[in-house]
């Protein structure tokens, strides 16, 4: 085996255990919600038990109305209507809430997509994964990651918008460079593979303090 091989596959090693270790973390603050939803759970029937042993009804249908407007406020389940990019999207947002990073997405996908799940869950998942990691390197107050997904015709858009603590990036030879330092940036180069492999358009555009990457793909729709 040639070098150039082995350092290829030593980084598609690395880039593997990246994901690994990221989807670990997703299911680990998946599993730390489920443990608050239950804890909280057994408290607010505690507190109802507790106004219904008085028979208070009059605060039991108040602490109700608390409690519907609190899961409005915190239900972040994305619904586009294709289960591979929920799937995706939720997880994704879940691991950004954790590190105190706010998502804004809107997404409906109505159709079957000719698009296999693999390239899906790589294409939102490494998009999902450079805007966290820019936005950490930001204060608090002033992180956003804005994503918007839709059909226009017969092609899947993509939108994703993130702030950065960095001015207007310049490109060179035609791309950005990865900040990451030596040996990352394969998840965009997965990404252009990807989008050239279905024929599709990408464009990279950065901005004083933001970050947008604008993806389509044809979709074989009858």
Known sequence: MSFFSKQINQRISAYQQELIATHYAEVENMYKKMRGWRHDYRN?????????????WAAICEYLEKLDTDLS??????????KMTDAIMNSKISLAHAKNIPVKANADIPVALTISELDLCVIIGNLFDNAIEASLLLPEEKRMIRV?????????YMSFTNFTAVGKQKKSGGIFKTTKGEGHGFGLVRIDEIVARYGGYLSRNSEEGAFTTEILLP???S
């Open 219 to 221: 979709q074989n729709i």
């Open 44 to 56: 607010h029937i505690q507190t109802m038990k507790a106004y219904a042993a008085k028979g208070d």
């Open 73 to 82: 406020t915190v239900d972040t389940v994305i619904k586009t209507g294709n």
């Open 148 to 156: 918007y997904m839709d059909m226009k015709n017969t092609q899947l």
